[in-house]
């Protein structure tokens, strides 16, 4: 039995449902963002597939790029996070509204 | 053999996310994410990316979820969280509903037009996988020559994110911390979520 991209592309889709059920379901600000990682790494794999099955390493590039974004984005959210549950050593994806004002 | 990685491979992944997303322990829920992305480096190898294999693993499983891993140990949030609540009633149901709903989808939509091939373009011609060079060297030419804007500018990227994390982060000097606290003591924060004044 041959494994073909689309295998790889509907792992990727498995994988990126699984974190965006996470990601609506859970309420810990932290594990949210690690279901949000998740779901990043369903689009690198997807990326990955498809520059495989085009024979294009411009998919390759993409993935660099996200990887990037992806960890600029954890270090800003980490901080609005420590910022956050500093104050309010409780505060869940409820009480973000404390940003306000 | 393949068949044997991608589907060892793609266990340790499922595995992972659905560690990921069931775990109450922060900790635990960030072991099961460094096990998903090993697995995930494991299929870009057997795709031929090895060079995003090896940032995958330096990156996301070396910096990026040492980075969770601090802010878990720094903030003692270790506390377990309580998932038997809804915070808005019926909200796990909907959510299980949607996703796999949004996942049909997306496999009909993959699978449906016959398993072979799921794209409709042509192979390229312009930037191919050659193994006339090493998979580093051909994207580190390709960075560097079509995409070269791009790079520079998640350099510049990289710097505000890390100039904005300082000051999101940083303590307040005592003095303006003490002016600030004492103004808030107005404030009385009867339960998490709530400011009264």
């Given at each position: 039995?041959?494994?073909?991209?689309?295998?790889?592309?509907?792992?990727?889709?498995?994988?990126?449902?699984?974190?965006?059920?996470?990601?609506?379901?859970?309420?810990?600000?932290?594990?949210?963002?690690?279901?949000?990682?998740?779901?990043?790494?369903?689009?690198?794999?997807?990326?990955?597939?498809?520059?495989?099955?085009?024979?294009?390493?411009?998919?390759?590039?993409?993935v660099f790029f996200v990887m990037v974004v992806a960890?600029?984005?954890?270090?800003?959210?980490?901080?609005?996070?420590?910022?956050?549950?500093?104050?309010?050593?409780?505060?869940?994806?409820?009480?973000?509204?404390?940003?306000?004002? | 053999?393949?068949?044997?990685?991608?589907?060892?491979?793609?266990?340790?992944?499922?595995?992972?996310?659905?560690?990921?997303?069931?775990?109450?322990?922060?900790?635990?829920?960030?072991?099961?994410?460094?096990?998903?992305?090993?697995?995930?480096?494991?299929?870009?190898?057997?795709?031929?990316?090895?060079?995003?294999?090896?940032?995958?693993?330096?990156?996301?499983?070396?910096?990026?979820?040492?980075?969770?891993?601090?802010?878990?140990?720094?903030?003692?949030?270790?506390?377990?969280?309580?998932?038997?609540?809804?915070?808005?009633?019926?909200?796990?149901?909907?959510?299980?509903?949607?996703?796999?709903?949004?996942?049909?989808?997306?496999?009909?939509?993959?699978?449906?037009?016959?398993?072979?091939?799921?794209?409709?373009?042509?192979?390229?011609?312009?930037?191919?996988?050659?193994?006339?060079?090493?998979?580093?060297?051909?994207?580190?030419?390709?960075?560097?020559?079509?995409?070269?804007?791009?790079?520079?500018?998640?350099?510049?990227?990289?710097?505000?994110?890390?100039?904005?994390?300082?000051?999101?982060?940083?303590?307040?000097?005592?003095?303006?911390?003490?002016?600030?606290?004492?103004?808030?003591?107005?404030?009385?924060?009867?339960?998490?979520?709530?400011?009264?004044?």
């Amino acid at each position: 039995m041959q494994v073909t991209d689309t295998w790889y592309v509907v792992l990727a889709a498995v994988l990126f449902t699984m974190g965006a059920i996470g990601l609506l379901v859970r309420r810990n600000p932290l594990i949210m963002f690690m279901c949000v990682e998740l779901m990043l790494n369903a689009v690198n794999l997807t990326f990955v597939a498809f520059a495989h099955d085009l024979n294009d390493l411009g998919g390759q590039a993409a993935v660099f790029f996200v990887m990037v974004v992806a960890a600029a984005e954890v270090v800003v959210g980490l901080a609005i996070v420590v910022a956050v549950l500093r104050r309010q050593p409780a505060a869940t994806a409820d009480d973000i509204s404390l940003l306000k004002g | 053999m393949d068949l044997f990685v991608f589907v060892v491979a793609g266990l340790i992944v499922l595995v992972g996310a659905a560690g990921v997303i069931t775990l109450s322990h922060p900790v635990h829920a960030a072991l099961s994410l460094v096990a998903t992305l090993f697995g995930v480096a494991v299929l870009f190898i057997s795709r031929d990316a090895e060079f995003l294999a090896a940032v995958q693993v330096i990156v996301y499983a070396g910096a990026i979820v040492v980075l969770f891993l601090f802010v878990i140990m720094l903030l003692g949030i270790d506390r377990v969280e309580d998932i038997r609540v809804e915070p808005i009633a019926g909200q796990r149901p909907a959510a299980l509903v949607g996703g796999v709903a949004a996942l049909g989808l997306s496999l009909v939509a993959l699978l449906a037009a016959g398993a072979d091939r799921t794209t409709t373009g042509l192979a390229s011609r312009t930037a191919p996988i050659g193994e006339d060079a090493s998979n580093i060297s051909r994207l580190g030419q390709l960075l560097f020559s079509r995409y070269v804007f791009a790079f520079e500018a998640t350099a510049i990227l990289l710097t505000v994110s890390v100039v904005a994390a300082v000051l999101l982060a940083r303590r307040l000097p005592t003095s303006d911390r003490d002016e600030m606290l004492a103004a808030e003591s107005e404030l009385t924060v009867d339960e998490p979520g709530e400011a009264v004044r």
